[in-house]
């Protein structure tokens, strides 16, 4: 280990031999781990991580073509660390058998756990190649114990053969560890607003005027306003307020568009092609925000120097709850709120991105709309094309959540099969009959999207798995019984992902 102190006075551990001239430009940005692990052999290491995963986490995989990403994988020998984050994870867990395995854990615990933000970052060490060690059964085993629920273990153990006498003793060894803890590193104070940039908000709605008029009123107040508020509104005619949004009452510009189309994600793009601010907010109808809201999205996207982010969504108990319900949710979450990192999650309900990586992507994937899944997808792209997307605990929110309007309205409708079922946009062509498919084919379309075959598969399986054996003892043959159609609902999900995928992304 050595010692590289920055102009800030921030001490730096490092492993190997880094260009160390680039190491003050790194610590000035988002990372506070850095490595070449996925050009040294560590692309793709450790895969049976999808035995506790599945396809639910987005940093499952490495993303290649990008010079810097998000990657946990860390050799062992070759990264960069801030001596804070290597103080509070312990260093390497001596418990482990192989250094590989050290330094993955490392940066799994940063990642995942620490909500710190490891990043590899293309030719920063001179090696080209790194040993890597074969990760052991008993290691294996050993990082379930120490990150994960016993289920998951065992579920482990029955994939990779519970008939083998290796996988039953190292599963046994590992039961001697305990689970280890780690600490949340620390959220950065944010830095003073830098320049005027101009900000759009983006509001899709739907048979919710009176919640979007509230939202309007809180945009209005806000520490550092919006330039501009897009309303794309697809209340229908019978039942809409055609005067009910009032430019002379807000101080920016409130670009109203009566929808003809359906769906979020036509509303959202929609709303995109007539902004014009250096950020988007996306926002639902149906939130409250706080007087900084605005300005602390922004704040944070400067401090942190990244490209998108995620903010805190705290549901209200009921509709009618206010701000100042959402001060006394805060107090009773105290430090628990104070948790930044790499988001693994992306909400149209509250989340802030640069123009430019807004139309890099063009907007969201019609084939989500009627469904559910949109708002992930977009945020899963963001990451696959390169930015780095980060939570936000600043710019905070109260989802209302009230019982009925909205896009969700089309959600609804999957619950009912013959005639009174209103046809939704991913049935295309082939409405639905008696046979409702499960799980949501939008959801399923996002996982065929994103994720391998074999990763797809293993979502399927455990996705059985746990409807077999997840409930109670007394429920097992029930379940079974009902297994039959429960895949019959399975493949009918295939079959409309496989028409969407056919089709391919959409926008308009």
């Known amino acids: 280990m050595k010692t590289y102190t920055t102009s800030k006075g921030e001490i730096l551990y490092y492993f190997g031999e880094p260009d160390v001239t680039v190491l003050e430009d790194l610590t000035n940005g988002v990372g506070d781990l850095w490595h070449s692990g996925l050009e040294m052999g560590y692309a793709g290491l450790f895969p049976e991580l999808i035995y506790q995963t599945a396809t639910f986490w987005w940093y499952l995989n490495d993303f290649f073509n990008n010079k810097k990403t998000i990657s946990w994988r860390v050799p062992s020998n070759a990264f960069v660390i801030k001596k804070s984050l290597w103080d509070l994870l312990g260093g390497f867990d001596s418990d482990y058998q192989t250094n590989t395995m050290k330094g993955v854990d490392l940066g799994y615990r940063a990642l995942r756990e620490s909500h710190a933000v ?15 060690e074969k990760i052991s059964n008993l290691d294996r085993y050993l990082f379930f114990k120490k990150h994960f629920k016993k289920e998951h273990s065992l579920y482990m153990l029955f994939c990779k053969g519970f008939w083998k006498f290796s996988e039953w003793d190292a599963y046994r060894k590992a039961g001697k560890y305990n689970r280890i803890t780690t600490n949340t590193f620390g959220v950065r104070a944010l830095n003073p ?9 983006i509001i899709p709605t739907m048979l919710r005027q009176d919640f979007t008029c509230q939202l309007l009123n809180t945009l209005a107040k806000q520490t550092y306003p919006p330039s501009q508020v897009v309303i794309v509104d697809a209340t ?22 009566w929808q003809q189309t359906k769906g979020s994600c036509r509303a959202r793009n929609e709303a995109i092609q007539l902004c014009n601010g250096d950020y988007f907010v996306f926002g639902d109808d149906d939130i409250l925000i706080p007087q900084d809201f605005i300005e602390n999205h922004i704040r944070f996207l400067q401090t942190y120097k990244v490209e998108a982010c995620n903010g805190l969504d705290i549901r209200a108990d009921h509709p009618q709850q206010t701000l100042k319900d959402l001060e006394s949710k805060l107090k009773i979450l105290g430090k628990d709120r104070w948790k930044a990192g790499a988001t693994a999650s992306f909400s149209n309900a509250n989340s802030c991105v640069k123009k430019e990586w807004v139309e890099k992507l063009i907007g969201n994937d019609i084939n989500f709309d009627g469904g559910y899944g949109e708002d992930s997808d977009f945020g899963f792209r963001l990451i696959k094309e390169g930015a780095i997307v980060m939570h936000n605990p600043f710019a905070v929110n109260l989802h209302l959540k009230p019982a009925t309007g909205g896009y969700r309205w089309w959600g609804a409708q999957a619950k009912i099969t013959g005639k009174k079922r209103k046809k939704q946009p991913w049935e295309l062509d082939v409405p639905v009959g008696w046979i409702r498919p499960v799980p949501s084919p939008t959801v399923l379309y996002g996982i065929y999207k994103h994720f391998p075959l074999n990763q797809v598969m293993e979502y399927r399986n455990k996705y059985f798995f746990l409807y077999l054996f997840k409930g109670s003892k007394l429920g097992f043959i029930t379940r079974l019984m009902k297994l039959p159609h429960r895949l019959w609902q399975f493949k009918k999900a295939q079959f409309y992902v496989e028409k969407l995928i056919n089709l391919g992304p959409r926008y308009n």
């Open 193 to 201: 607003l830098e320049g005027r940039p101009t900000v759009s908000y």
């Open 118 to 132: 490891p990043l590899y970052i293309k030719g920063l060490f001179k090696e080209e190649n790194s040993l890597v």
């Open 236 to 257: 229908p005619e019978d039942k809409r307020t055609e005067n009910v949004y009032n430019q002379e009452k807000y101080p920016f510009e409130l670009v109203v568009e």
